[in-house]
Nanobody, 116 residues
Framework: QVQLVESGGGLVQPGGSLRLSCAASGFTVSRHPMSWYRQAPGKERELVAA????????TNLDSVKGRFTISRDTAKNTVYLQMNSLKFEDTAVYYC?????????WGQGTQVTVSS
């Protein structure tokens, strides 16, 4: 059974940092494309960043380039999203996704709130 469990969200002031974690079980993160998505209230879910099985990283959102970094730890079977210089507009629920051909697995999401 595949499980993706996100953690690391919380309340942070503008300019602060958070590191989100996505711990996988029943699913080897180094063998599949892994992604972080986010969904703000009233908006559609959007792709933030991805890492391929080969380890290539892709940042999809221009608004987070230079601030967010996706990475993985194969020993821990965990994917991370390092978020720096956080802004109000980064407030959202962040979801981890793992792709296995045409099947996508989702975590439950972790809330990130940027507020002063």
């Amino acid at each position: 059974q595949v499980q993706l469990v996100e953690s690391g969200g919380g309340l942070v002031q503008p300019g602060g940092s958070l590191r989100l974690s996505c711990a996988a079980s029943g699913f080897t993160v180094s063998r599949h494309p892994m992604s972080w998505y986010r969904q703000a209230p009233g908006k559609e879910r959007e792709l933030v960043a991805a890492i391929t099985s080969a380890g290539r990283t892709i940042t999809n959102l221009d608004s987070v380039k230079g601030r967010f970094t996706i990475s993985r730890d194969t020993a821990k079977n965990t994917v991370y999203l390092q978020m720096n210089s956080l802004k109000f507009e980064d407030t959202a629920v962040y979801y981890c996704n793992g792709a296995d051909y045409d099947v996508g697995y989702w975590g439950q999401g972790t809330q990130v709130t940027v507020s002063s």
